[in-house]
């Protein structure tokens, strides 16, 4: 049987053939790494959103006159007000679109 492989593939082929094995176990890991990374991503930005809704509710539920809402993430920062007069939002400088 080993006879049979040495007689297949010279010394060029079979680094040939060991390259192109390493590159696709490469990107085959490269890929299920990018996946994962973006799961965990995806979790974390629901889970934020989860708990924000749920603070907002809260604050909904108890009478207060003014509510200041700072969040600061990624996006960049942000300050809402809201009271008896409405809504106000104020942005600062620093944040993006």
Same mark, same amino acid.
């Given at each position: ?13 079979? #680094? ?5 094995? $390493?590159? =696709?176990?490469?990107? /085959?890991? +490269?890929?299920?790494?990018?996946? @994962? ?15 924000? #809704? ?5 604050? $909904?539920? =108890?009478?207060?006159? /003014?509510? +200041?809402?700072?969040?600061?993430? @990624? ?23």
């Amino acid at each position: 049987m080993n006879e049979a492989l040495a007689e297949m593939f010279s010394g060029s082929e079979a #680094m040939a053939a060991a390259l192109v094995v $390493a590159g =696709t176990a490469a990107g /085959l890991i +490269r890929a299920c790494v990018t996946h @994962r990374t973006r799961l965990q991503e995806e979790r974390e930005a629901s889970t934020r959103t989860t708990a924000r #809704m749920s603070g907002l509710v809260r604050l $909904a539920a =108890t009478g207060h006159d /003014l509510v +200041r809402i700072v969040e600061r993430d @990624r996006d960049g920062h942000r300050e809402v007000e809201l009271g008896a007069c409405g809504v106000q939002r104020r942005e600062t400088p620093g944040e993006t679109a």
